[in-house]
Every structure is written in structure tokens, then in C-alpha cells.
């Protein structure tokens, strides 16, 4: 006991000693720190991170903690310090005079990648259900200064589908599309059990126009649109029933959009039309619609100035021509509109006509091909790629003349492509003796059709049935003076076909060729802006929705053209989709007395007043309650030529 107080009594000694020797010394001089190229004069004996903190650099660290000893074991600390040739744990390094410290550069970036991918590489990935979720410092700091792509990449198979290959449950639907539906037989699966591997071979392009079907086909995460990653999910869209105009199959699609932006197309199953299958083309272009659209206008302006160069100019020259995307609405208001005007000069881009049926996708029936041969998923016979085929067919040389001749259902299907080469005019006339004869055999119905195109635009059958005429010859042989292109971009018609004082108008919704040629521009509504028909290549007339509004000034087309036919002035009588719909509950003597229809037609009138008073606003600016046009007294006038409604007739039926 003794020797233990003695021992007691020195330590207590020793600490006065030291405390009374620590009062009396001179305080430390500082030394001089550089961080990050800036001189900081700093007390020896405190760590580079410490170091770092005075100055506000924040240096990343998951082991270090102001009340706890140092243990340097995380390394997210790192930094770089001139002459070292390694990064050093800024928690475990004293600063030393003259030091030159760097917590920034690309070094430091690439080893606290590193450090954080060693760290994240055996962690769960629970942060969805993980209490620490939201105040985790992994979290916080992996997205701060970890790595934004991994090593390992899955498979490549093009720039429309995105593989995530862990997710794959081998069902190898994706294998039977391919292989059955798309022609495709590169996708296909490798090794057996727990082995088995999707994908195509030696990393090659999913080659067909049909690729993205098996991101719907896929029943799990492993095929995905590539465009469409991490754009939303699901439930956070709505989704508008429409119909494709990319080709003239006329493809039913639904439309999934969110707060007024269109974000990706999905099939809608018919099987009469395009069973539940799309083309690339229609489910990955709608990223087009966002760019080098039209979107100013001077409507009032530009309203009367293309209404008077209409109404001056002589009926036989003007014209209009109609590209292939266009609605049939739009198609009729515009041949109303120069049918007023006594004009009749009204065409197509595509040159080939066709008023036929086309019914007959898959059926039990012997074919045979003429032109370049293809791979296709059924077998056919192919007969040769040149007119002489044809020749060979209508003399019975051909082996297969004999069962086509007596055949009793016997079809043509043509491409539309075919007539618009230079002996277009010869072929078709071989086409029709061909049918002619199959006709006349006795076997074959005597009305039935056998000739059918297969068209390459959505809106040319629709405009076709509605009166214009196919192509555009007629008018480069006349000095056209006034030409109306209504979504005409193909450039078939230019300005060394027409008069050198020709004035022309395009209306359309992108600036494209017919935009760049155009005196007057009217921006339009593209078809997911706009509720429309359109008849596909077989004759069927399909219904289309809006999904989202035209952007900037852009309108309706019908509404344009009716509303240039009101300053010129001459009375379309066109009835916009609601008065049809509000009609449609009242239409016999029992649904006159309904009043389940009575209710529905008032809610339908309730949206139409709605929607008039949002145009009515519209045509208003912000300054006085002025009208764009001027005074107050021709907002009437102003309102039905900027928002093309009948203000006055609508009021009175309100």
C-alpha cells in the first residue's frame, strides 16, 4: 500500500509539473498548408482533413469521427500530397510545413472511385426498404464521388433494346418472335440449365424492323427500350388509344404521356389490323416531334394574307398538294375550301392510286414473288425480279401461270414503289392484263378485285377516296401561281416547277423542305395533337385521339383552313368532332327522351364550352383586355380567324 501512494503521489506531482510548464509556454507558430493551390497557415499537429475542414473543403470519410480515435481503415479519405506516390488517408496524416495538398483532381477522383467500388461490392442492395434510407452516408457519398457506369456491360444488340441479362428467367420468348414472326434466327440462346444464355451472336445488331416487340414480349426487366430508361414509370402516364401514320398499315397504338409530353408508344392488340405488334419506326420516332417543330405565327396576318392571294389568283392556277401524313378531316376542309374558289387542282405526293381491299394477311394460299427476293417467314415461290416475269405469266410460260390463271380467289399485291419508277406506266398495264385474264377464266368472282397496292402513307388512300388526284404531273405542266402544301415535305414539287411569282403556303407541324419554300407558314398539329381518321393501305378508316397539345401557336388543321376561309370570305360549314359527338346522344325519337342521353349531351356540350372559352382567351392579350387584332369591337372577328371557332353561332347554341 505504501509503495502504491508513493506511486500516486508522483504521477499527481508529475501533472502540476506539467501544467504549470504548459502555462508558461510560448504557444506554437503556424505552419503553411497549401490546399488546393491556397496558402492557409494552420497549428502543427492537426491531420489534413482536419486541415481541409477549416477552409470548407470537404473530404469524403465513413471511418473518422471528431470524438473517436483515428483508424484510417475506409481510405474515402484520400488525397493527393505533392512528391507522395501514393494517395494518402488525409485522417491519419499530421499536415507538415510547406505541404501542397490536392482534393480534387483527376488522381483523387479515380482512387475514391476505386475505394467506393470496393465498398459497394459485397453491399446488399436493400436502399428501397433499408431504415437508413434517405440519412445514409453510402448513399449520399456513392453518388457523389463514385463511378456513374459499371465494368461489366451486357450484351449489345443495337441502339433500340436494352438487355439486362441477370434479369433473364429463360423463357426465349423473345427467341420464337424472332425466329417466327421477325425472321431474324440470329437471337437465339447458348448452353443448357443454369448455362443458358440469351442474346444474338458475337455481339450482333437485333437487324429487324421489328425489334422493339420483344421488349412487350419480355414478361421480366431483361429487354427494355432503350430510349425509354428511367423516363417514368406506369402509373405516373396516361394513355391515349391512337393509330400509327409511320407506314399505312395504320398500326392501333396506345400513346403514354405525362404532363403534356409524349414519352413512348406501345402496340394496342387488333387483330384485323396489326395483331399486337409495331414497327420500330412507330414506336421509337416520337422523339422527332420535339425537334425543328413550327411554333410562332402571326395568325392574323398571315390568315388574310393567304386568304387574298387565294381569292386573287385564277382558279386554274392554284393548287394544293397533301403530303402523306395528313388526316382525312384536313384533306376535306382543304378541297372544300378551293372547291369554293372553283379550283380543282388537288393532289398527292405518292403517285400511284388504288381504291381495292386488302384483307388477306395469313391465309392457306400459294405465292410467288416477282422482284427482289426477301426473307420472309412463310414459303413462296419466286419467280424472277424483272418485267419479262410478267411477260412470261400473261403468255402461260411460267410454271405457275397455270395456277394463278385458275385460281377462283386470285390476288395481286403490289408495291406502290414499283409505279413510280420510270416504266411504271408499262408494268401496271401488264398488272392489269394479267388480272384481266384471271378474271375472264370463269373460276374468279367478275367484280371481285385483283389488283391491291400496298400504299407507303398513312393519309394517301384516305385522300384518294375523299377526290384528290395521285401525284403531282399535272401541276408541274401548268404555271401554277398559288400552291397550298398541307404537310407536302417530299419535295415533289418545287419552285422551278411553278411560276417564278408563285406564292405558297405550307402548313405543317416540322420545318422541313416544304417549310424552307414556303412564303406564308401556318403552323400545324401532329398526329398526337389532333383527333383525326385515317384509312389504312386496306380501305380501313381508323379513328385517331390527342394525346397531348400543340406546342407554342400551333392549331388544329382543319381549324386553319377554315379559319382562312372565313377571311376570304366564303362558308365552310365544317362541324368541329364535338357538335358530332353532343349530336350523337339525340339522334332517334327514344334517345330524344332519355334522360341518361340528355345528361350525356350536356356534359359533351359542357366540355365544348370549355375548350371555346380557352381559345376565346387565347385570341386576348395581356395588355388592357385588347384583342391581338386591335379594339374590342372586332374581337368576334379576331377570335374565330385566330382560334378558327364560331364564336357567335357557339354562344347562341350555348
Same mark, same amino acid.
Request: hydrophobic share 40%; net charge neutral; proline share 4%.
Given at each position: 500500500?505504501?509503495?502504491?501512494?508513493?506511486?500516486?503521489?508522483?504521477?499527481?506531482? +508529475?501533472?502540476?509539473?506539467?501544467?504549470?510548464?504548459?502555462?508558461?509556454?510560448?504557444?506554437?507558430?503556424?505552419?503553411?498548408?497549401?490546399?488546393?493551390?491556397?496558402?492557409?497557415?494552420?497549428?502543427?499537429?492537426?491531420?489534413?482533413?482536419?486541415?481541409?475542414?477549416? /477552409?470548407?473543403?470537404?473530404?469524403?470519410?465513413? *471511418? &473518422?469521427?471528431?470524438?473517436?480515435? =483515428?483508424?484510417?481503415?475506409?481510405?474515402?479519405?484520400?488525397?493527393?500530397?505533392?512528391?507522395?506516390?501514393?494517395?494518402?488517408?488525409?485522417?491519419?496524416?499530421?499536415?507538415?510545413?510547406?505541404?501542397?495538398? #490536392?482534393?480534387?483532381?483527376?488522381?483523387?477522383?479515380?482512387?475514391?472511385?476505386? =475505394?467506393?467500388?470496393?465498398?459497394?461490392?459485397?453491399?446488399?442492395?436493400?436502399?428501397?426498404?433499408?431504415?437508413?434510407?434517405? !440519412? *445514409?452516408?453510402?448513399?449520399?457519398?456513392?453518388?457523389?464521388?463514385?463511378?456513374?457506369?459499371?465494368?461489366?456491360?451486357?450484351?449489345?444488340?443495337?441502339?433500340?433494346?436494352?438487355?439486362?441479362?441477370?434479369?433473364?428467367?429463360?423463357?426465349?420468348?423473345?427467341?420464337?418472335?424472332?425466329?417466327?414472326?421477325?425472321?431474324?434466327?440470329?437471337? +437465339?440462346?447458348?448452353?443448357?440449365? @443454369?448455362?443458358?444464355?440469351?442474346?444474338?451472336?458475337?455481339?450482333?445488331?437485333?437487324?429487324?424492323? %421489328?425489334?422493339?416487340?420483344?421488349?412487350?414480349? *419480355?414478361?421480366?426487366?431483361?429487354?427494355?427500350?432503350?430510349?425509354?430508361?428511367?423516363?417514368?414509370?406506369?402509373?405516373?402516364?396516361?394513355?391515349?388509344?391512337?393509330?400509327?401514320?409511320?407506314?399505312?398499315?395504320?398500326?392501333?397504338?396506345?400513346?403514354?404521356?405525362?404532363?403534356?409530353?409524349?414519352?413512348?408508344?406501345?402496340?394496342?392488340?387488333?387483330?384485323?389490323?396489326?395483331?399486337?405488334?409495331?414497327?420500330?419506326?412507330?414506336?421509337?420516332?416520337?422523339?422527332?416531334?420535339?425537334?425543328?417543330?413550327?411554333?410562332?405565327?402571326?395568325?392574323?396576318?398571315?390568315?388574310?394574307?393567304?386568304? #387574298?392571294?387565294?381569292?386573287?389568283?385564277?382558279?386554274?392556277?392554284?393548287?394544293?398538294?397533301?403530303?402523306?401524313?395528313?388526316? /382525312?378531316?384536313?384533306?376535306?376542309?382543304?378541297?372544300?375550301?378551293?372547291?369554293?374558289?372553283?379550283?380543282?387542282?388537288? *393532289?398527292? !405526293?405518292?403517285?400511284?392510286?388504288?381504291?381495292?381491299?386488302?384483307?388477306?394477311?395469313?391465309?392457306?394460299?400459294?405465292?410467288?414473288?416477282?422482284?427482289?427476293?426477301?426473307?420472309?417467314? &412463310?414459303?413462296?415461290?419466286?419467280?424472277?425480279?424483272?418485267?419479262?416475269?410478267?411477260?412470261?405469266?400473261?403468255?402461260?410460260?411460267?410454271?405457275?401461270? #397455270?395456277?394463278?390463271?385458275?385460281?377462283?380467289?386470285?390476288?395481286?399485291?403490289?408495291?406502290?414503289?414499283?409505279?413510280?419508277?420510270?416504266?411504271?406506266?408499262?408494268?401496271?398495264?401488264?398488272?392489269?392484263?394479267?388480272?384481266?385474264?384471271?378474271?375472264?377464266?370463269?373460276?374468279?368472282?367478275?367484280?371481285?378485285?385483283?389488283?391491291?397496292?400496298?400504299?407507303?402513307?398513312?393519309?394517301?388512300?384516305?385522300?384518294?377516296?375523299?377526290? &384528290?388526284?395521285?401525284?403531282?404531273?399535272?401541276?408541274?405542266?401548268?404555271?401554277?401561281?398559288? %400552291? &397550298?402544301?398541307?404537310?407536302?415535305?417530299?419535295? #415533289?414539287?418545287?419552285?422551278?416547277?411553278?411560276?417564278?411569282?408563285?406564292?405558297?403556303?405550307?402548313?405543317?407541324?416540322?420545318?422541313?423542305?416544304?417549310?424552307?419554300?414556303?412564303?406564308? @407558314?401556318?403552323?400545324?398539329?401532329?398526329?398526337?395533337?389532333?383527333?383525326?381518321?385515317?384509312?389504312?393501305?386496306?380501305?380501313?378508316?381508323?379513328?385517331?385521339?390527342?394525346?397531348?397539345?400543340?406546342?407554342?401557336?400551333?392549331?388544329?388543321?382543319?381549324?386553319?383552313?377554315?379559319? =382562312?376561309?372565313?377571311?376570304?370570305?366564303?362558308?365552310?360549314? /365544317?362541324?368541329?368532332?364535338?357538335?358530332?359527338?353532343?349530336?350523337?346522344?339525340?339522334?332517334?325519337? =327514344?334517345?330524344?327522351?332519355?334522360?341518361?342521353?340528355?345528361?350525356?349531351?350536356?356534359?359533351?356540350?359542357?366540355?365544348?364550352?370549355?375548350?371555346?372559352?380557352?381559345?376565346?382567351?387565347?385570341?386576348?392579350?395581356?395588355?388592357?383586355?385588347?384583342?391581338?387584332?386591335?379594339?374590342?369591337?372586332?374581337?368576334?372577328?379576331? @377570335?374565330?380567324?385566330?382560334?378558327?371557332?364560331? /364564336?357567335?353561332?357557339?354562344?347562341?347554341?350555348?
Amino acid at each position: 500500500m505504501h509503495r502504491i501512494g508513493s506511486v500516486v503521489h508522483l504521477v499527481s506531482r +508529475g501533472k502540476a509539473v506539467f501544467r504549470r510548464a504548459r502555462s508558461t509556454a510560448t504557444p506554437p507558430e503556424k505552419i503553411e498548408v497549401f490546399i488546393d493551390d491556397r496558402k492557409i497557415l494552420v497549428d502543427p499537429g492537426l491531420t489534413i482533413l482536419q486541415a481541409c475542414a477549416l /477552409v470548407g473543403v470537404d473530404i469524403p470519410r465513413f *471511418c &473518422y469521427h471528431d470524438r473517436l480515435s =483515428i483508424a484510417g481503415n475506409c481510405r474515402m479519405c484520400l488525397v493527393e500530397v505533392e512528391k507522395s506516390m501514393k494517395p494518402v488517408a488525409s485522417c491519419a496524416m499530421p499536415v507538415m510545413n510547406g505541404m501542397k495538398v #490536392k482534393t480534387n483532381s483527376d488522381f483523387v477522383k479515380k482512387a475514391r472511385e476505386g =475505394i467506393m467500388e470496393f465498398l459497394l461490392f459485397n453491399h446488399p442492395l436493400d436502399c428501397p426498404i433499408c431504415d437508413q434510407g434517405g !440519412e *445514409c452516408d453510402l448513399q449520399d457519398q456513392s453518388v457523389a464521388f463514385g463511378c456513374d457506369r459499371g465494368r461489366l456491360h451486357y450484351k449489345n444488340i443495337g441502339p433500340l433494346v436494352k438487355t439486362v441479362m441477370t434479369r433473364c428467367i429463360h423463357c426465349t420468348r423473345c427467341v420464337r418472335f424472332a425466329n417466327e414472326v421477325a425472321a431474324f434466327p440470329d437471337l +437465339g440462346s447458348t448452353g443448357r440449365g @443454369v448455362d443458358l444464355e440469351i442474346g444474338t451472336y458475337v455481339e450482333k445488331f437485333f437487324a429487324s424492323e %421489328l425489334s422493339g416487340n420483344i421488349i412487350d414480349l *419480355c414478361p421480366v426487366g431483361a429487354l427494355t427500350s432503350r430510349p425509354y430508361s428511367f423516363t417514368a414509370r406506369p402509373w405516373e402516364t396516361r394513355k391515349t388509344e391512337s393509330v400509327d401514320i409511320m407506314d399505312a398499315i395504320g398500326s392501333n397504338i396506345v400513346l403514354s404521356h405525362r404532363t403534356g409530353e409524349l414519352l413512348r408508344v406501345v402496340p394496342k392488340m387488333n387483330d384485323d389490323v396489326n395483331e399486337e405488334w409495331i414497327s420500330d419506326k412507330t414506336r421509337f420516332a416520337i422523339d422527332g416531334l420535339k425537334i425543328q417543330r413550327l411554333l410562332q405565327a402571326s395568325w392574323e396576318e398571315a390568315l388574310f394574307i393567304t386568304a #387574298k392571294k387565294l381569292r386573287d389568283t385564277p382558279a386554274d392556277l392554284r393548287a394544293a398538294v397533301v403530303g402523306g401524313l395528313c388526316d /382525312v378531316e384536313s384533306m376535306v376542309a382543304l378541297k372544300d375550301l378551293f372547291n369554293r374558289f372553283n379550283s380543282e387542282n388537288l *393532289c398527292t !405526293e405518292e403517285d400511284f392510286p388504288a381504291t381495292s381491299d386488302l384483307s388477306y394477311l395469313y391465309t392457306d394460299i400459294e405465292l410467288a414473288v416477282i422482284g427482289g427476293q426477301s426473307d420472309l417467314t &412463310y414459303d413462296y415461290e419466286y419467280l424472277g425480279n424483272n418485267a419479262k416475269t410478267l411477260d412470261d405469266l400473261l403468255l402461260g410460260k411460267s410454271p405457275f401461270a #397455270k395456277k394463278f390463271l385458275s385460281a377462283k380467289y386470285p390476288m395481286i399485291i403490289l408495291g406502290s414503289a414499283v409505279m413510280q419508277g420510270g416504266n411504271g406506266a408499262g408494268l401496271l398495264a401488264k398488272v392489269q392484263q394479267l388480272a384481266e385474264k384471271a378474271r375472264s377464266n370463269g373460276q374468279c368472282d367478275k367484280l371481285r378485285s385483283v389488283v391491291n397496292v400496298l400504299h407507303q402513307w398513312a393519309g394517301q388512300v384516305g385522300a384518294l377516296d375523299v377526290g &384528290y388526284q395521285a401525284g403531282t404531273a399535272a401541276i408541274r405542266k401548268k404555271p401554277i401561281k398559288f %400552291l &397550298y402544301l398541307l404537310g407536302a415535305d417530299e419535295g #415533289k414539287v418545287t419552285r422551278q416547277n411553278l411560276d417564278p411569282s408563285a406564292f405558297i403556303v405550307y402548313q405543317g407541324h416540322h420545318g422541313d423542305n416544304g417549310a424552307e419554300m414556303a412564303d406564308v @407558314v401556318l403552323p400545324g398539329a401532329a398526329y398526337t395533337e389532333k383527333e383525326g381518321t385515317y384509312v389504312n393501305t386496306e380501305g380501313r378508316a381508323q379513328r385517331s385521339l390527342p394525346a397531348v397539345s400543340p406546342p407554342g401557336d400551333a392549331r388544329v388543321d382543319w381549324k386553319i383552313v377554315r379559319a =382562312i376561309s372565313e377571311a376570304g370570305p366564303v362558308d365552310l360549314n /365544317v362541324t368541329p368532332a364535338q357538335h358530332v359527338l353532343a349530336d350523337f346522344y339525340i339522334t332517334n325519337v =327514344i334517345s330524344r327522351h332519355s334522360p341518361t342521353m340528355a345528361q350525356a349531351k350536356k356534359a359533351a356540350l359542357r366540355d365544348m364550352v370549355t375548350l371555346k372559352f380557352l381559345d376565346f382567351f387565347f385570341a386576348f392579350s395581356k395588355k388592357k383586355g385588347k384583342s391581338v387584332c386591335g379594339e374590342p369591337e372586332a374581337s368576334y372577328a379576331c @377570335v374565330t380567324q385566330l382560334d378558327f371557332f364560331f /364564336v357567335q353561332s357557339d354562344i347562341v347554341e350555348c
